[in-house]
């Protein structure tokens, strides 16, 4: 797939669900939402569609800039409903609720050397990120961006985690300066 995206050309893109998708595979030292094993699935969709198995090729900075508006709704409100009832969170929560920790996952996983971004767009979530990629090549802090864009249905819990809830979509796109991978 090649396209533009600003000034960037489109490398590689996937989403999630495609057709035949179920749920996604459980992302290990993740556990009761469906957000870490989204982005980490749909990210390895789009970066086996650019560079075949991983790792990537090596020496490429490839950033990581994962966007959406509302985060990890199902930990959030796990942890929430939590400590409201007088309990403790699960040390798991304290590092899955920090959204670029799965970011971090993606980018060890793949050998990818960029920065790792999260962004809470206040406007187009692809065109807030897209922006973001554009700087981060334009400085010269990497050579490449994946861009990955999620949103969980408000009601996307453990539920979701089975067969992904109505609503609930990630899209990865990964972003260069218009050479092939």
């Given amino acids: 797939m090649s396209g533009t995206a600003g000034r960037l050309t489109v490398l590689a893109e996937a989403a999630w669900p495609e057709p ?19 982005v980490a699935a749909v990210a390895e969709r789009c970066l086996t569609r650019a560079y075949g198995q991983r790792p990537a090729p090596g020496g490429e900075r490839c950033a990581v800039v994962l966007v959406s508006a509302a985060g990890d709704r199902a930990s959030a409100a796990h942890v929430r409903a939590t400590v409201a009832g007088g309990g403790r969170p699960g040390p798991l929560f304290f590092f899955q609720s920090v959204p670029n920790s799965v970011a971090g996952h993606v980018a060890a996983r793949w050998g990818l050397g ?15 990120g897209t922006a973001e990629a554009e700087l ?6 990497a050579d490449r961006a994946l861009l990955v864009l999620i949103e969980q249905a408000p009601d996307d819990g453990d539920a979701g985690r089975s067969a992904g809830a109505a609503g609930t979509t990630a899209v990865a796109v990964l972003l260069g300066g218009g050479d092939a991978p």
Avoid: I
């Fill in 20 to 38: 035949g998708d179920a749920a996604p595979p459980p992302v290990p030292g993740y556990v009761h939402s469906s957000f870490p094993p989204l």
């Fill in 114 to 128: 960029g920065p790792v971004v999260c962004l809470a767009p206040a406007g187009d979530p692809r065109a807030e």
């Fill in 136 to 141: 981060l090549l334009h400085d010269g802090d």
